[in-house]
């Protein structure tokens, strides 16, 4: 047997939330890797997201585990019985209007599961730990003196809204147990993440792709026309976590020695932002292709799809619209990470793929271009 070089080849990987949007596409590239992968669901889905992405074609499957990731019990014995070595906690509520109208089911499905997943880790002594936080994590820094724009791994996390808060507790546990019992885990803070297979039709590209496609208008949240965000292609986001796992020995040093024992540079050291700048280049975000407003979003879609006008809606009572958001993404780069995928690019690849699959997303996708 000749000996692979491949860092995932026979890693037995655990990623929860399985049937997400991320992890689907990290579970396909995983396995293309030839990674042993077990992945955690809550139940099955009629359409499942692995399927579409291979289409249908009898790609390899990782093993489905069917889990409540509230039961630690549970939750260990999976690790236990499949030796694993690597998790990518990445299950989560993620629907920020849900979030907003369920606050208790929010923080239990966001906090409780990760605390469990980092002391399976802390007992199992697993090697590697990511566990997905957000930009939105960081919270409004839009007019502060002392940190402003890009948000930096180091800044305050103020996340105010149910979803952020949920966000900044299992960001800041995870923190914890890097620090207090010397696990070996990475926070990943990405910006706003696209492309084929994302069934959340409350985000912004998804939703307009689809009202466009079906010939309905577009939708923008009043007030919320101007506002920045960062995009990444859900390919180098996967590339980013898939580096950050094969990175995470050498950034703890042997021993955890890299780590810092006190002080501020401290703060946030376990945390990566994922985007695509650095924080010299957004001084001139006209550069920035990837940072748009949301009506230059759905300017570019109208042109690729059909130039049907946006119509504008009151944003509900309880929705928090963070200000502009956009990273300083220098840590990660000095890794070697390298975004590929330029906004176009991956706007074009999308628009394919959610035009071929059409049909098959119309029933799950009615409620939301039709604002109902």
């Known amino acids: 047997m000749k000996n692979n070089k491949n860092f995932w080849f026979g890693k037995r990987v655990l990623v929860t939330g399985g049937d997400g949007f991320t992890a689907s596409h990290l579970i396909k590239e995983l396995l293309e890797k030839q990674a042993v992968v077990v992945s955690t669901v809550r139940h099955i889905r009629p359409i499942k997201t692995l399927d579409l992405l291979n289409g249908f074609k009898g790609a390899p499957q990782p093993d489905i585990e069917f889990c409540n990731l509230l039961n630690y019990h549970e939750l260990r014995r999976i690790c236990d019985r499949h030796q694993i070595d690597t998790i990518f906690h990445l299950a989560a509520t993620t629907i920020v209007s849900e979030a907003a109208n369920s606050p208790m089911s ?46 930096r791994e180091n800044y305050a996390l103020r996340g105010l809204d149910v979803y952020s808060a949920s966000k900044v507790c299992a960001d800041m546990l995870a923190q914890t147990y890097a620090f207090q019992f010397k696990i070996p885990v990475i926070v990943t803070r990405s910006c706003n993440v696209y492309g084929p297979g994302d069934f959340n039709f409350t985000r912004l590209i998804p939703r307009t792709i689809m009202c466009l496609l079906a010939g309905r208008p577009p939708v923008i949240n009043l007030g919320n026309e101007k506002v920045l965000r960062e995009y990444i292609f859900i390919a180098d986001q996967v590339k980013a976590y898939m580096l950050l796992a094969e990175k995470t020995k050498d950034y703890y040093g042997q021993g955890n020695s890299k780590m810092p024992k006190s002080g501020h540079i401290g703060y946030g050291w376990p945390a990566f932002n994922i985007g695509s700048y650095t924080g010299n280049e957004t001084k001139n975000l006209a550069r920035c292709d990837k940072i748009k407003s949301v009506t230059d979003v759905i300017s570019s879609l109208r042109k690729k799809i059909r130039n049907i006008a946006p119509v504008m809606i009151e944003k509900p009572a309880n929705f928090i619209e963070i200000p502009d958001q956009y990273l300083d993404s220098s840590k990660i780069k000095k890794l070697g990470f390298s975004p590929g995928v330029s906004f176009e690019e991956g706007i074009d690849m999308s628009i394919v793929w959610y035009k071929e699959n059409a049909d098959i997303l119309e029933k799950s996708v009615f409620k939301y271009i039709n604002n109902k």
């Open 106 to 151: 929010t923080a239990e499905n966001n906090i409780i599961p990760t605390l469990n997943v980092l002391e399976v880790a802390r007992i199992n002594r697993i090697p590697r730990v990511i566990i997905a936080s957000t930009d939105k994590s960081y919270g409004d820094h839009f007019s502060d003196e002392s940190e402003g724009l890009p948000y």
